[in-house]
């Protein structure tokens, strides 16, 4: 179990902390017992595409605070995602009956001369400029690689400007080269929350933190029925809310990918207690998930009702889905825990599942409890995934892979992978909810949604008539991993 430290203004970065890796391909099943062994090594690729930014993790969850501002401490484009984020703002603001306002994000636009010398003046000016404006309740100064690279001073201005100000002016380092694992930027902006913003508890609420992104909010109906509240972190929430999260009797976390170090963080300084076992995904994955709530809220017979209800409901309507897509096989991409939740959704529904890509892999989570593994979990369940491929958004190798296998359904949680399987001919599904699937009603609602991809497939027949790739067809008769070479070391966990 990794130790969290509160009084260092960074985390310490996931390939350090966890051992994570971003490149490995083989059976599921070598990847975990290798995890467990703690030998597992990341390898080298000679050539990469793209790969993600911790620093747009980071805004990913800063930008949600109703009432805080982030100023990203950068160059103008590493802003470029701020529209995408506020689009999002906005339309999940509307489903949740808020009022619709627009994101307040700021940048201190370092240019050529600021690296010469330094951006120190220009944070200053444009934090204050921010608070003039907005009136806000906190501000986070995100850094990049550019002020990383300066070596401007971002925690000393950031305390100084807390004194004036008279409000939390938040330092959250997120620098892109710091980390080869994109999500390493989730732990730096919880890190900057509970650092600067979480108090300890007054007293014990009944209240149950659920740390998710901005999907549906499926957990008020189950946690009402066992006299508890569910409160969502951090999207949406107010500066105020954040405050008190410490007094929650429990934190759920949709995935532990996101959440894994603001679950241990919570729990290790304030005593709440983290649920430990891998998110509700599939029927035995929902089975355990709840009998572990129910042990924790004190619940549990309340909670063998509700497993009893529903498999009653649920499981009749699973076996005519199982019969359906008898045969049928499927391909996934996503992010590494929720990837893993879908591998036992898509099995729990009769599907093969032929291969994954999955972003990367936390070979041990937080907590340092084993029953958290959510891959381990799976292969246990359902059995090995023979081609498992770790890659962080490597979209050549995916359209290698797509172009051997044919599956008859691709699934993506990312919106940029899915053009790949459409262009191929191949039905692709993208739900960007991670909670779509979670429960025992998930497992019907991915179901419904492929039922409906399988049974509409003219666009994407239509789509790979008509289009090019960009990949040459040299590329396309290469092994995948022509590219993924040497082993590197990487620190034991």
């Not at 809310?241 to 934190?251: G, H, M, N, P």
């Not at 572990?292 to 889905?321: F, M, N, S, T």
């Amino acid at each position: 179990m990794s130790k969290v430290n509160l009084d260092l203004p960074t985390v310490q970065i996931r390939e350090l902390r966890l051992g994570s890796i971003t490149a490995y391909q083989g059976k599921a099943s070598e990847l975990v017992s290798r995890a467990q062994a703690g030998t597992l090594k990341d390898s080298a690729r000679s050539f990469s595409q793209c790969m993600g930014c911790s620093s747009g993790q980071a805004f990913c969850m800063l930008s949600m605070i109703t009432d805080a501002v982030v100023v990203n401490h950068a160059p103008i484009g590493c802003l470029g995602d701020a529209s995408g984020f506020n689009f999002v703002y906005r339309v999940e603001q509307k489903n949740r009956g808020l009022p619709s306002a627009i994101g307040k994000y700021y940048s201190t636009n370092l240019l050529e001369k600021d690296t010469v010398f330094g951006g120190m003046q220009k944070l200053r000016d444009t934090v204050r400029t921010a608070f003039e404006r907005e009136h806000p309740n906190a501000i986070f100064i995100t850094t990049s690689c550019a002020s990383g690279i300066i070596g401007d001073d971002v925690e000393s201005v950031a305390d100084h400007l807390s004194e004036d100000l008279g409000i939390p002016v938040i330092s959250c380092f997120c620098e892109g080269f710091r980390s080869r694992i994109w999500t390493s930027g989730f732990d730096s902006a919880y890190h900057a929350i509970v650092r600067r913003l979480v108090k300890p508890p007054r007293k014990r609420s009944k209240k149950v933190n659920i740390i998710n992104f901005w999907g549906s909010h499926i957990f008020d109906d189950l946690l009402s029925r066992l006299g508890y509240e569910a409160q969502y972190i951090v999207p949406f929430n107010t500066v105020k809310d954040l405050e008190y999260i410490s007094e929650a009797v429990a934190t759920i976390q949709i995935c532990p990918t996101l959440g894994t170090y603001l679950g241990a963080a919570l729990e290790q300084v304030y005593g709440v207690p983290e649920i430990k076992v891998p998110p509700a995904y599939g029927m035995a994955g929902t089975d355990i998930w709840l009998r572990e709530l129910g042990k924790v809220l004190h619940r549990e017979q309340e909670v063998e009702q509700l497993i009893r209800d529903g498999h009653e409901r649920v499981l009749p309507q699973i076996e005519a889905y199982r019969k359906q897509f008898a045969g049928k096989t499927a391909y996934l991409t996503a992010g590494a825990a929720h990837g893993h939740s879908l591998i036992a959704v898509l099995r729990e529904l009769g599907l093969d599942v032929k291969g994954a890509a999955i972003f990367h892999h936390d070979p041990v989570y937080d907590n340092g409890c084993p029953t958290s593994d959510v891959l381990a979990h799976d292969v246990e369940t359902y059995g090995d995934v023979r081609q498992y491929n770790i890659c962080n958004k490597q979209a050549f190798e995916l359209v290698n892979l797509l172009n051997r296998m044919r599956p008859d359904i691709m699934i993506a949680r990312h919106g940029g992978m899915t053009v790949w399987g459409a262009k191929l001919g191949i039905p692709t599904l993208l739900i960007g909810d991670e909670q779509f699937s979670f429960g025992y009603d998930g497992i019907l609602h991915y179901a419904r949604r492929i039922a409906e991809t399988l049974d509409n497939t003219e666009f994407v027949t239509n789509l790979a008539r008509h289009s090019t790739m960009p990949y040459t067809k040299w590329w396309l008769k290469q092994q995948p991993y022509a590219f993924l070479g040497r082993e590197l070391h990487v620190r034991q966990y």
